[in-house]
């Protein structure tokens, strides 16, 4: 005897069409996760794209402070080289580095973010030893910056004691 389930199918109907029915659902959810995976990749492609976009503007409006900052400084160091007058040899030193940070701040305000950029990316590529050394230099000068500004406790205690 053959059952009849609520569908109308018989119950040798039903497990016949089942797997059927498994494989159509199953391919349904393949494609609605493909569907959402996409979506996903190109939203994350959007964001990158805005969050770089940001980026490069702030750069290149800071970029400007900075280059007036370099500017500025090679000014004092041209200032600094009139004390240096009965020293020529010194003077030209002083003069020399003044209108180096002059350039530099030239082509600060020149050139784009995405300049200096490929300028770093060209730099790590032609010498990744030197870039990894300077980097390592950098973060142990930083450190000991830090170490050397932090307050300790027994600092703290040494000048409670002798105030």
Known sequence: MNAIHPAGRTSAESTAARPADDTADLKDLRRDVD???NLAVERGRGFVDAAR????????????D?????????R???????????????KAFFDSAAEGLEQLGTS???RSFTDFYEDAEALARRAPVAV???????????????????VTPANVARDRHNA
Do not use: C, H, M, W
């Not at 004092?76 to 010194?90: E, V």
């Open 108 to 110: 600060i305000e020149q």
């Open 35 to 37: 569907g959402i995976a």
């Open 132 to 150: 990894a050394v300077a980097t390592f230099v950098t973060g142990f000068v930083v450190a000991r910056f830090v170490k050397s500004s932090s």
């Open 66 to 74: 900075a280059a007036q900052s370099v500017t500025d400084l090679a």
């Open 53 to 64: 976009l940001q980026a490069t503007e702030y750069v290149d409006r800071r970029k400007g």
């Open 76 to 90: 004092t160091l041209r200032d600094s080289s009139k004390t240096f007058d009965d020293k020529p040899n010194i």
